[in-house]
T-cell receptor, first 113, second 113 residues
Framework: DTGVSQNPRHKITKRGQNVTFRCDPISEHNRLYWYRQTLGQGPEFLTYFQNEAQLEKSRLLSDRFSAERPKGSFSTLEIQRTEQGDSAMYLC???????????FGSGTRLTVV | GQQLNQSPQSMFIQEGEDVSMNCTSSSIFNTWLWYKQDPGEGPVLLIALYKAGELTSNGRLTAQFGITRKDSFLNISASIPSDVGIYFCAGSSYGGATNKLIFGTGTLLAVQP
């Protein structure tokens, strides 16, 4: 296993367009997390899944954001009608249940122009 | 979103010097972690702490879980150029079931050879 994989690494989109990011976690990890990181800040929690169930969503996750994890494997994060304020690094991480030291992917850097 | 207070914000040191940084929270945490992030990459776990007063080492890195459960410290001894990066503390609140982490604002470390 090569770790947590995120695609694409970079995405530039025009304001108002929809974008979708993919995360492939470490295969034996049942928990998957999405975080957002803006320049000069630490990552901020967006949402997490245990297997295929989405168990918590941050207030940061507006109704333009949706995340899925079908079959408890890979996950997608979709942003509809992107705004310039959505520009950030979107980080995915995975862990085994009860293990706080989760493994992050390299992130997807989104730029909305 | 909530972020932990991390200091110093940045450090510029000579190779071979020791480094200390700390992180404080207004609320009690039951887990503290320290991550390092290189430019354009996701954070990488350095040390995890699970018990108040715990002192844990990983090579030249040593971290401590404060006895008040509201702070943590990271020391790097004999710094080398590859220590350059941004160091983040992260904590998980007592009783939380999500493994959700709250991150600090980061300490930028620059090491001059």
């Amino acid at each position: 296993d090569t770790g947590v994989s995120q695609n694409p690494r970079h995405k530039i989109t025009k304001r108002g367009q929809n974008v979708t990011f993919r995360c492939d976690p470490i295969s034996e990890h049942n928990r998957l997390y999405w975080y957002r990181q803006t320049l000069g800040q630490g990552p901020e929690f967006l949402t997490y899944f245990q297997n295929e169930a989405q168990l918590e969503k941050s207030r940061l996750l507006s109704d333009r954001f949706s995340a899925e994890r079908p079959k408890g494997s890979f996950s997608t994060l979709e942003i509809q009608r992107t705004e310039q304020g959505d520009s950030a690094m979107y980080l995915c991480a995975s862990s085994l249940q009860g293990n706080y030291g989760y493994t992050f992917g390299s992130g997807t850097r989104l730029t909305v122009v | 979103g909530q972020q932990l207070n991390q200091s110093p914000q940045s450090m510029f040191i000579q190779e071979g010097e020791d480094v200390s940084m700390n992180c404080t929270s207004s609320s009690i945490f039951n887990t503290w972690l320290w991550y390092k992030q290189d430019p354009g990459e996701g954070p990488v776990l350095l040390i995890a702490l699970y018990k108040a007063g715990e002192l844990t080492s990983n090579g030249r890195l040593t971290a401590q879980f404060g006895i008040t459960r509201k702070d943590s410290f990271l020391n790097i001894s004999a710094s080398i150029p590859s220590d350059v990066g941004i160091y983040f503390c992260a904590g998980s609140s007592y009783g939380g079931a999500t493994n959700k982490l709250i991150f600090g604002t980061g300490t930028l470390l620059a090491v001059q050879p």
